[in-house]
C-alpha cells in the first residue's frame, strides 16, 4: 500500500544518539500524531558507532512514518542535515537535532506559522543563553555579530539549524553546487520569505555533545571561508600597512642619517621583522585554506555516502559487531512508543 505524499517531513541528524532516542522518539511521536496529518521521520543515522543503528531498527517496528537513511561513515554534522533534506518527501520539511536541546513541541507552531504568514523559511530562535556559560554567549555573539557583517542582517541572530524549509526552499538547495554547505549561512542567502519562532533551549537529555569547541571553531572557520573573500582583503590591507609603515621608517632613518645621527632601535627592529613574519605567514595560512577549498571542489568528491533508505531498500542483516539491545535498544524503543 502506498503511503500518501506527507505534509511533513522531520529530518533528524543522529551520531551515536543510543542515550537519547527513546525519550526523543516519544516526544517527537507525540507532537507530530497529533497534527493530525500525514507525516514522516527522516532519521539520518551519521556513522554511529554506538546502538543507535539497533535502536533505529526498533523503533521502525513500531513507528511506519519512521525512515532511515543510513550513512557509510561519520560525514558530519552539515553533510547529515544536507542528506536528509534532499531525501524528504514532505511539502514542508523540519530540522532538528535528537538531543532534545531544541524541544519537538516548537514544530507545530513553526508550521502554523508557515502557513498562516505563507513563509517558505520559519527560523528556531533561542529565546535567551542565561543557561550557556559567558564565553559560549561571547563567542556566540561574535559569530552572528560576523556573519551578518559578511552574509548580510537577513542572518538570524540566535539560530542554529532548527528551521522549517517549504518545498520551494529545498528545491533551491537542490541547485546549489557547493559540495557541504554551511547551512545557517545558505539557507537565509536564498532569499526566501522568512520568519522566526522563539523557544527555550533545553539542556542535553542525555549523552555527550557532539559539538566541542574545536568544532565550533571549525565551523566559524568555515563559514567565513566559504561565504565571503573579506579575509584575503583584510590579508590585503594588512600587507599594505605594513609597506606604509616600512616606508615611513625608511624615511627617518635617511633622514638621521643625513643628520648625521645614528638609528638605534635594534630591539625594535626585531619586533618589526617577527611581526612581519607573523602576518606573512597569517596571511599564508589564509591564501592556503581557499586553496585546500577549491581543491576539494575541483575533486568533486561526494560529502556522503548512502549505505541503506528503508524507504527504497531492505534491511541489511546486522553487521557483526553491532551494538546488542539493552538500554535504549529495539525493546526499550519500541516500548517507549506503545
Known amino acids: 500500500m502506498t503511503r500518501p505524499e506527507p ?65 557509510r561513515r561519520n560525514s558530519g554534522h552539515q553533510a547529515a542535515l544536507v542528506a ?51 564565553f559560549k554567549r561571547w563567542t556566540a555573539a561574535g559569530y552572528y555579530r560576523l556573519m551578518r557583517r559578511l552574509v548580510g542582517k537577513q542572518v538570524p541572530a540566535q539560530a542554529g539549524d532548527f528551521r522549517l524549509l517549504s518545498r520551494a526552499a529545498v528545491e533551491a538547495l537542490r541547485e546549489l553546487p557547493e559540495r557541504s554547505p554551511v547551512l545557517r549561512l545558505v539557507v537565509p542567502w536564498l532569499g526566501f520569505p522568512s520568519g522566526e519562532v522563539a523557544y527555550q533551549r533545553e539542556e542535553r537529555a542525555a549523552g555527550r ?20 573573500a573579506a579575509p584575503l582583503r583584510v590579508a590585503t590591507w594588512l600587507g599594505l600597512a605594513g609597506v606604509a609603515v616600512c616606508g ?44 585546500a577549498r577549491i581543491y576539494t571542489a575541483v575533486q568533486a568528491r561526494p560529502a556522503y555516502f548512502v549505505a541503506t533508505d528503508t524507504d527504497t531498500d531492505t534491511d541489511p542483516a546486522p553487521e557483526a559487531g553491532a551494538a546488542p539491545a539493552g538500554p535504549g535498544g529495539p525493546a526499550e524503543l519500541a516500548d517507549s512508543l506503545r
Do not use: H
Open 7 to 71: 505534509a511533513l517531513s522531520v529530518v533528524v541528524p543522529m551520531f551515536n544518539e543510543e542515550s537519547v532516542l527513546p525519550l526523543f522518539a516519544r516526544r517527537l511521536r507525540a507532537v507530530l500524531d497529533a497534527l493530525d496529518e500525514p507525516y514522516e521521520v527522516l532519521a539520518v543515522d551519521d556513522g554511529s558507532t554506538d546502538g543507535t543503528a539497533a535502536g533505529l531498527a526498533g523503533l521502525r517496528a513500531r513507528w511506519p512514518q519512521l525512515r532511515v537513511l543510513r550513512l
Open 84 to 134: 536528509g533534506l534532499l531525501r524528504a518527501l514532505g511539502r514542508y520539511v523540519v530540522s532538528i537535532d535528537a538531543d532534545l536541546q531544541d524541544p519537538p513541541e516548537t514544530i507545530a507552531e513553526m508550521l502554523r506559522r508557515a502557513r498562516a504568514d505563507g513563509l517558505d523559511i520559519v527560523y528556531g530562535v533561542r529565546a535567551d543563553r542565561s543557561r550557556d556559560t559567558r
Open 209 to 228: 555533545t557532539k559539538y566541542p569547541l574545536s568544532r565550533m571553531a571549525g565551523l566559524a572557520a568555515e563559514s567565513v571561508t566559504s561565504f565571503s
Open 248 to 291: 615611513m621608517l625608511v624615511v627617518v632613518a635617511v633622514v638621521a642619517w643625513l643628520a648625521g645621527g645614528t638609528v638605534t632601535g635594534w630591539p625594535s627592529l626585531y619586533v618589526a621583522i617577527l611581526f612581519l613574519g607573523a602576518v606573512q605567514l597569517l596571511c599564508l595560512g589564509l591564501l592556503g585554506e581557499y586553496v
